[in-house]
């Protein structure tokens, strides 16, 4: 039998604040769903243009330079789920 205490829950809270604050794609309570979504797309193509064997592979899937294909991913970089929804103020 498991018993949570009060100070368990608190230190579990207090890490994952403290790793929501370090690392900015990992959220926090008042982040939209866009806004995960673009930190996820734009983490994802961060990865591609990182990776040497992964740009490769998109380009010759693309049928395309791979610098084209960085550049591209640069670009999409900017919006890469579009624009952002507009919110309703309350």
Not at 68 to 75: A, I, K, S, V
């Amino acid at each position: 039998m498991v018993c949570w205490q009060a100070s368990d829950r608190f230190n579990i809270n207090s890490q994952l604040e403290h790793l929501q604050a370090k690392y900015v794609g990992t959220g926090h309570a008042d982040m939209s769903r866009f806004e995960w979504a673009v930190n996820i797309q734009r983490d994802s193509y961060a990865s591609y243009v990182g990776h040497y064997p992964m740009l490769a592979y998109f380009a010759i899937a693309e049928n395309e330079s791979i610098g084209r294909e960085r550049y591209n991913f640069m670009q999409k970089m900017l919006l890469p789920c579009g624009l952002p929804p507009e919110r309703e103020e309350d």
